[in-house]
């Protein structure tokens, strides 16, 4: 049953306090995506990975990192140096180059 | 600056009744045109898509049109029902695939009414 996951549904942080969001696929797909959601506002790129080992940043990529050891995974660091990290993160793959992504079921991040 | 644009941030439609949605777009270099639908606090989840060739996609209950030189599309749901009601992106992509990601709109809130 192929699909991607995302973990924790819910995730509550201190300020101040960097916090990795996990995103796992099955699916066998090269590329992977991360996404942020704000109340009003379009899903925003924050990284994107076309390979193992290699990734670029998006649109808003400051205060973030991330790594891609692995082809099924992709996991996201928000750091104490993003300044509004309280938002809903989605994470995506595709195939090397598709045009059609899968997404993942989220996470919502809460900085308090 | 927003290469895509949703310009209603909610549309009510009553169940039955064809839903339009509309999505303009700024860059040329966009080649392929993608509707996604989402439910609160889930991932969005792929509807039908475009590509520029084609003014016209249809599956089922949903269409797309496509007008390259007004550089807009608009997705028909007909006839719209209760689940149809959601958050429903429209995202594009320059030809050659999806390499930087796609970009989205900001999303139309459809409610339909019984």
């Known amino acids: 049953d192929g699909g991607i996951t995302q973990s924790p549904k819910y995730l509550f942080r201190k300020e101040g306090q960097n916090v990795t969001l996990s995103c796992e696929q099955n699916?066998?797909?090269?590329?992977m995506y991360w996404y942020r959601q704000d109340p009003g506002q379009g899903l925003r790129l924050i990284y994107y990975?076309?390979?193992?080992?290699?990734?670029q940043k998006g649109d808003i990529a400051e205060g973030y990192s991330v790594s891609r050891e692995k082809k099924e995974s992709f996991p996201l660091t928000v750091t104490s140096a993003q300044k509004n990290p309280t938002a809903f993160y989605l994470c995506?793959?595709?195939?090397?180059?598709?045009?059609?992504?899968?997404f993942g079921p989220g996470t919502r991040l809460t900085v308090t | 600056d927003q290469q895509v644009k949703q310009n209603s941030p909610s549309l009510s439609v009553q169940e039955g009744r064809i839903s339009i949605l509309n999505c303009d777009y700024t860059?040329?270099?966009?080649?392929?045109f993608l509707w996604y639908k989402k439910y609160p606090a889930e991932g969005p989840t792929f509807l039908i898509s475009?590509?520029?060739?084609?003014d016209k996609n249809e599956d089922g209950r949903f269409t797309v049109f496509l007008n390259k030189s007004a550089k807009h599309l608009s997705l028909h749901i007909v006839p719209s029902q209760p689940g149809d009601s959601a958050v429903y992106f429209c995202?594009?992509?320059?030809?050659?695939?999806?390499?930087?990601?796609?970009?989205f709109g900001k999303g139309t809130h459809l409610i339909i009414q019984p």
């Open positions: 475009i590509s520029s060739i084609k």
């Open positions: 990975s076309q390979i193992v080992n290699d990734f």
């Open positions: 995506a793959s595709s195939i090397q180059d598709g045009l059609e992504q899968y």
């Open positions: 995202a594009a992509s320059p030809s050659g695939g999806g390499a930087d990601g796609l970009t």
């Open positions: 860059n040329s270099m966009f080649d392929y």
């Open positions: 699916l066998n797909h090269d590329a």
